[in-house]
């Protein structure tokens, strides 16, 4: 069974072709075959060195997973190796947006808010409080509202057009499971949620593979896609009042 290594903003995985290593931005596809051999020069650091000499480095998140990943991926190699080494590996960019086109925005909101929160300080005194107190149900019913509008996008894209198929668990991180499936073209890849089992089943989205959802009883996705969307829209509309309810 094929082992995940979750490190500092990188995992690499492995299936019965190629490793690949998950960046931010990027996954970096290695056919077993181009890979010279498995190392780990520290105790949380796995280098893969291909036939040509490059080296990928992946910091891993603990020594024993770490040399367990690298002995594990060390097993699973060819015994006759392709010396084009570099020439086979694929780079997939990342269709995540970068971290500064997240950061912008947020960093604006904060200084509109502190502008917004002087304003009420110097002009109305003692309202400034529910300025404050307000952003704790803001925050919250926003966070609820966006999240539930979004889990029930991707519901509904899994429903029209989602296949189904068995993941099987490959690790384990607190209470999260990592499950490994494999798509209709053969690609590999990865989902956690907190089910506690060794199979599940999970629906994919033939159109982006990498999203996916495990079965749930209709009833109950029902249930908790309305309490996401109509709790968090009531929590929003008291943390507006509060926040913004000077201006009325």
């Not at 190392?39 to 796995?46: C, I």
């Not at 803001?138 to 993941?167: C, K, M, N, P």
């Not at 495990?214 to 829209?233: R, V, Y």
Request: net charge positive; hydrophobic share 45%; aromatic share 8%.
């Amino acid at each position: 069974m094929s082992q995940i290594l979750h490190g500092r903003r990188v995992s690499a995985k492995y299936d019965s072709d190629a490793v690949r290593i998950e960046h931010p931005d990027r996954q970096v596809g290695i056919p077993l075959a181009v890979v010279r051999e498995v190392r780990t020069p520290e105790p949380r650091v796995v280098e893969i060195v291909l036939t040509d000499g490059a080296v990928h480095r992946v910091e891993g998140g603990n020594p024993t997973a770490t040399a367990a990943f690298a002995a594990a991926l060390t097993g699973v190699l060819p015994a006759l190796r392709d010396p084009a080494g570099s020439a086979l590996v694929t780079t997939d960019e990342s269709r995540e947006p970068r971290l500064w086109w997240v950061l912008t925005p947020l960093v604006l909101l904060v200084l509109a808010y502190l502008g917004y929160a002087g304003w009420v300080a110097a002009t109305h005194g003692a309202r400034i409080l529910g300025v404050v107190v307000g952003l704790v149900p803001l925050a919250i019913g926003l966070l609820g509202f966006l999240g539930g509008i979004e889990e029930a996008t991707r519901r509904a894209a899994l429903a029209r057009r989602g296949i189904s198929v068995h993941g099987y668990a490959t690790g384990r991180r607190k209470k999260t499971v990592y499950y490994s499936y494999t798509d209709a073209d053969g690609g590999v890849h990865t989902y956690s949620c907190r089910r506690n089992v060794q199979r599940t089943e999970i629906v994919y989205d033939p159109r982006q593979p990498s999203r996916a959802a495990h079965a749930q009883w209709l009833p109950f996705l029902l249930m908790k896609l309305f309490l996401m969307i109509f709790g968090g829209a009531v929590w929003l509309f008291i943390g507006v009042v509060m926040v913004f309810g000077v201006l009325w």
